[in-house]
Every structure is written in structure tokens, then in C-alpha cells.
């Protein structure tokens, strides 16, 4: 599982950006993508797992 840190967190649209702990590009998250985990709570700096499936979609977020 990769790991990475909450940089972004907009709740008025819905999303959250986290920054790869291993570098490159950042990913984005949405609201559904987040309610899915159970995460609507993420604050800037949490630490997160997670894994990139087919299409770039993320799965399996959780806090680290």
C-alpha cells in the first residue's frame, strides 16, 4: 500500500488532494470516494493509505 499526506481538503466542492509520500504526482479523492472509506472527517496533514487500482481509481483509503 502507498501512503501519503492530506495537502488539500475542500469541503465546499467535495474533495480532498494527498500528496504520495514516495513523490510525484498528487491525487485527488472525492466526496463519494471519501464517503465510500468513511473519511468525510480527513483534515489537512492526516496520513492515508492507500492503493491506485485499473483506471487510477483509488481503493482501499484509510487512515495510516
Known amino acids: 500500500m502507498a501512503t501519503g499526506t ?3 481538503v475542500d469541503s465546499n466542492n467535495g474533495f480532498v488532494i494527498i500528496s504520495p509520500r514516495s513523490g510525484g504526482g498528487v491525487i485527488t479523492v472525492d466526496e463519494q470516494g471519501l464517503r465510500e472509506a468513511g ?3 480527513l483534515k489537512m496533514g492526516d496520513e492515508v493509505s ?3 487500482g485499473a ?3 483509488i ?3 484509510k487512515r495510516a
Do not use: M
Open 6 to 8: 492530506v495537502s488539500v
Open 39 to 41: 473519511l468525510t472527517d
Open 50 to 52: 492507500y492503493e491506485i
Open 55 to 57: 483506471g487510477g481509481q
Open 59 to 61: 481503493q482501499h483509503l
